[in-house]
């Protein structure tokens, strides 16, 4: 989860990332998600503080087997 403030905005702004099985993984999925974050908003000329975070929560089977056939088509191509 990324969590986004920005100057003169009253709230904060929350993105939800990933669905990683591994906490290894979100932990290095999470540095390239805020980098990406941060360059949009460079580019866009805003300044924004960010922070990234991996959260354990429970998920439905059937998530998991759509996570485990992409990681496979990635591995794959």
């Known amino acids: 989860m990324a969590l986004m403030s920005y100057p003169n905005f009253p709230a904060i702004t929350y993105k939800g990332y990933g669905g990683f099985l591994e906490k290894e993984e979100c932990e290095e999925r999470r540095i390239i998600a805020e980098n ?42």
Do not use: H, P, S, W
């Open 36 to 77: 990406m974050i941060a360059e949009y908003e460079i580019q866009r000329g805003n300044t924004v503080y960010i922070e990234t975070y991996c959260m354990e929560m429970e998920a439905f089977q059937t998530q998991l087997e759509k996570k485990k056939e992409l990681n496979k088509m990635e591995t794959d191509a």
